[in-house]
DNA sequence: CCGATGACCATTT
DNA sequence: AAAATGGCCATCG
């Protein structure tokens, strides 16, 4: 069996943590990442988002880059869909860029309390 | 098997 | 202060 469970896992916890951004609120892979304790893989935490849409449950449209571009909308339906989602949770979205981004960025590592 | 790529971030120059 | 590069780990060709 899986004796090692790793990536695996990874991608569970990241799917947990996206899973649980409160609505109107957006993320980074890096702080998921943080949050993870692998702030330098933040990139495998993009991956594993890639890989989420195996699952449907997964608000991706929430996570964003650090500086809350939305970088990923083009792994969308459409590349507007994100966009559409976000604005569509009372999240502001110009040219791919969230406003009151610092605002409404929710952090795993603080919010979840580790 | 080796090389290149990627929904990124941090550090160094 | 801005720009460039490295690092990280996994998948694809």
């Not at 790793?6 to 569970?12: I, L, R």
């Not at 449950?57 to 809350?68: E, F, K």
Request: charge should be positive.
């Amino acid at each position: 069996m899986n004796t090692s469970l790793s990536t695996k896992d990874f991608f569970e916890q990241v799917y947990q943590v996206v899973k649980l951004i409160p609505k109107g609120r957006v993320t980074s892979y890096g702080a998921i990442g943080n949050y993870l304790g692998a702030r330098k893989s933040a990139r495998m935490v993009g991956w594993a988002m890639n890989a989420s849409h195996a699952h449907f449950d997964i608000p991706a449209h929430r996570v964003v880059n650090r500086i809350g571009l939305l970088t990923g909308k083009f792994h969308f339906e459409k590349e507007c869909t994100m966009q559409e989602k976000l604005e569509s949770e009372g999240i502001t979205v110009e040219k791919d860029q969230i406003q009151n981004f610092k605002i409404i960025f929710w952090d795993p590592s603080k919010e979840l309390a580790i």
